[in-house]
């Protein structure tokens, strides 16, 4: 199973507050484990000009914003750009720190990205993570298995969604599922 691309929902019955209500793109699967971004929590306390200021890159009056997300528990000091594939670096290869992401996506992970963005340019649509979700060979497919997590094929438009609070409950409605009918009780037929 490859859920490259996909999405993960979070269940009511989670357990774990910082994946509560969380809508996360797996950005690489394979047997070795999993890595994805949550595109739905805000950095409360962080927004693009202070990151921008911080890191010491100048924004241009034209330059974009993008919202700052809390893309998971692991390496939160580090920053991802997901972003859609219109752009790429003037780097080609694995020195571009650009993945391609299957279902029309890609992810940067240097500042080349954000010097662009400050600039005005850059890629159509974009968000930046700071740190990001990782799971060890077969534990997603085990918090699967457990309930803890619906899997999707995100709906158009869902990822870069401006509103990132309605963003969990799109998903849902996106697989035909109202979310106020989810109990947080799990079980198996």
């Not at 357990?15 to 739905?40: K, T």
């Not at 438009?157 to 599922?177: E, P, V, Y």
Request: aromatic residues 6%; contains cysteine; proline residues 7%.
């Amino acid at each position: 199973m490859d859920l490259s691309g996909s999405i993960l929902i979070s269940m009511p019955a989670m357990g774990d507050p910082r994946f509560d209500r969380s809508v996360v793109l797996i950005c690489a699967h394979s047997p070795e484990g999993a890595m994805g971004l949550i595109v739905n929590k805000p950095a409360a306390d962080m927004n693009f000009a202070t990151l921008l200021d911080h890191l010491g890159i100048a924004r241009a009056p034209q330059g974009r914003d993008i919202c700052v997300h809390l893309g998971g528990p692991v390496e939160r000091g580090r920053g991802f750009v997901l972003h859609s594939p219109d752009w790429q670096p003037a780097t080609e290869g694995a020195a571009s720190g650009t993945m391609p992401v299957a279902g029309g996506y890609a992810m940067t992970a240097t500042t080349d990205i954000l010097q662009a963005l400050a600039r005005g340019d850059g890629p159509a649509q974009a968000l930046l993570a700071l740190g990001y979700a990782g799971w060890g060979p077969g534990q997603l497919e085990s918090e699967i298995a457990r309930n803890d997590w619906l899997t999707a094929t995100p709906e158009p438009g869902l990822i870069f969604a401006a509103d990132d609070g309605a963003k969990w409950g799109a998903a849902l409605r996106g697989m035909g599922i109202d979310p106020l009918l989810l109990s947080a009780t799990a079980g198996h037929a």
